[in-house]
């Protein structure tokens, strides 16, 4: 099998997405060096050519940094930042607009929110212009089917952060003509209701047509995939019986385990067979890898949150030192579990040594005292980009097999089925290095938090078990010390947006 990084296209397509409202951001993110220029005809007629379409649309997780945004640093601020699990870091007045998000106080002028809409938006432009052009497709039904699947599948997970950030959102089913860009349909909210039943229509399609791991190259959505997103998606809903079906589905499929050392998840290159890229427990993560241009990584996803030294002395920064662990993650490990220091660098009183040797200073010389683990990208034990520490190729991992354990634990529980919870429970723990527990929603939900830190999904998680068990995100936060308000639970629309949709576009209530 061979991994997938960026395809370079041109789409000979004008960006028929709203471009004076809701999807303005399309702009020119389409003109991307090409290798070629692929026509309708080509698409159409050409297999191999309409892969590469569908290729085209991972580019849009390497914008990020502070341009759109879709996994790097702004979702990171929206995610872990937002939550309990981390502080803003660096020095307490550096970049408002993530204060204002760490403090809970967050405007609808706030650039942050504004550009994680944008970048999410972009995605859905390219994944419906591909879907555009492969319907016409005349080669075997398929290998058609399976390219609009993985498309379906991208755009499912874009309408998933969306609606779980925003509320109802507009939804965009295809690329509007011009005739068609101005109408109420695409500048107004649909229901978040509707939204969710679109993103169930398209991974629904996708989990009956995407070839699954080992059919595919590497790094592309697999059935798996989509069976381990919307079953997190039903989980969302309380449809625990979907959830759980989903799930057990990819557990009963057999192609997943558990990487045994927890801290090498997320490095480049196993040890022993064991941890690295692409590895034994990840279902679906985003490629990096080194190109000539060196544009292959996630713009600032890895600097961003590197540790700094912020002036002080005896070293250079590695980061701008954002999204530190925070003292109730901290607080909330167990002894013994080794996820803690898989999870959190701690700045030690005579110094840090990480697991490639880089030794971090005294703690009087470095900014803070927690950093993110999983966001570490070795500039000597792993590839680097010659030098360009904004796109270190570090793969972020978005559907691991963790999570799905738990997802299916959690949907056992409430159906009842405390057996099957247990198992998926001790697996986890017992890879922890911790001994088994009773399997209560409480402890489901403490063993996701200590799993999925730093993992961007927090502060969806306490907003869903708010729903689930009211009281429990202001009990999170206060332990955080920060008060929690109920409409905190979405962000604003951004005011960018409302204005470009002249006025069409309603905020949510709080803001």
């Known amino acids: 099998m061979k991994k997938i990084y960026k395809h370079k296209l041109t789409i000979i397509v004008a960006c028929l997405a709203v471009l004076s409202g809701t999807l303005h951001a399309c702009k020119n993110y389409l003109d991307v060096q090409p290798q070629g220029q692929i026509t309708q005809d080509q698409i159409a007629s050409d297999p191999a050519q309409a892969k590469n379409l569908v290729l085209g649309i991972y580019n849009v997780f390497y914008i990020g940094g502070f341009d759109p945004d879709i996994d790097s640093f702004q979702f990171v601020i929206m995610t872990d930042i937002a939550s309990d699990d981390a502080d803003k870091g660096s020095s ?20 942050v929110v504004n550009n994680v809409w944008t970048g999410h938006y972009q995605g859905v432009a390219r994944t419906n212009q591909a879907l555009d052009k492969l319907q016409n497709a005349t080669f075997d039904a398929a290998t058609k089917n399976a390219l609009i699947g993985e498309a379906k599948f991208l755009r499912a997970y874009f309408y998933f952060n969306l609606v779980r950030l925003y509320g109802g959102v507009p939804l965009l089913d295809k690329v509007p003509t011009p005739a068609e860009a101005n109408q109420d349909k695409y500048q107004t909210r649909a229901s978040a209701d509707d939204v969710y039943k679109f993103i169930i229509s398209d991974l629904d399609f996708a989990v009956a047509n995407l070839p699954d791991k080992g059919a595919t190259d590497v790094g592309r959505a697999t059935k798996s995939a989509a069976q381990s997103l919307e079953a997190k998606v039903y989980l969302y809903l309380k449809n625990y019986q979907k959830a759980y079906d989903l799930s057990k589905a990819v557990i009963d499929g057999g192609k997943y385990t558990l990487v045994k050392d927890y801290s ?23 490629q990096a890898g080194i190109n000539k241009a060196c544009s292959s990584g996630i713009n600032l996803y890895t600097v961003s949150q590197g540790p700094r030294a912020g002036g002080k002395f005896g070293w250079s920064d590695l980061g701008f030192g954002f999204n530190n662990p925070s003292t109730s993650l901290l607080n909330e490990y167990e002894t013994g579990d080794v996820r803690r220091a898989g999870t959190v660098i701690t700045i030690l009183p005579h110094g840090t040594t990480l697991f490639d040797g880089f030794r971090i200073p005294s703690r009087d010389s470095v ?10 990208h070795s500039r000597t034990a792993e590839d680097n980009c010659g030098g360009n520490t904004d796109r270190l190729p570090k793969q972020v991992r978005i559907l691991r097999y963790a999570d799905i354990l738990l997802i299916n634990a959690e949907a056992a529980v409430q159906l009842g089925n405390t057996g099957a919870a ?9 890879r922890a290095g911790l001994g088994a527990a009773a399997p209560t929603l409480e402890n489901i939900w403490h063993e996701r938090r200590m799993e999925l830190a730093e993992e961007h999904d927090r502060f969806f998680d306490i907003v869903r078990q708010e729903s ?6 202001a009990a999170a936060f206060a332990a955080h010390g920060k008060t929690w308000k109920a409409t905190a639970a979405l962000f604003p629309i ?4 409302i204005d470009l949709s002249n006025n069409r576009l309603k905020q949510n209530p709080g803001y």
Do not use: C, H, M
């Open 264 to 286: 090498l998840i997320w490095r480049q290159k196993a040890i022993n067979g064991d941890g690295g890229n692409n590895n034994s427990e990840s279902i679906f993560e985003i």
């Open 92 to 111: 307490p007045d550096d970049y408002g607009d993530a204060k204002q998000i760490d403090n809970l106080q967050t405007t609808a002028s706030n650039g």
């Open 468 to 473: 689930v068990k009211p009281g429990r995100a």
């Open 422 to 430: 247990s198992t998926d429970l001790t697996l986890v723990r017992t």
């Open 367 to 376: 900014q803070n005292d927690t950093y993110s683990y999983k966001a570490y």
């Open 494 to 497: 951004p005011q960018a947006q």
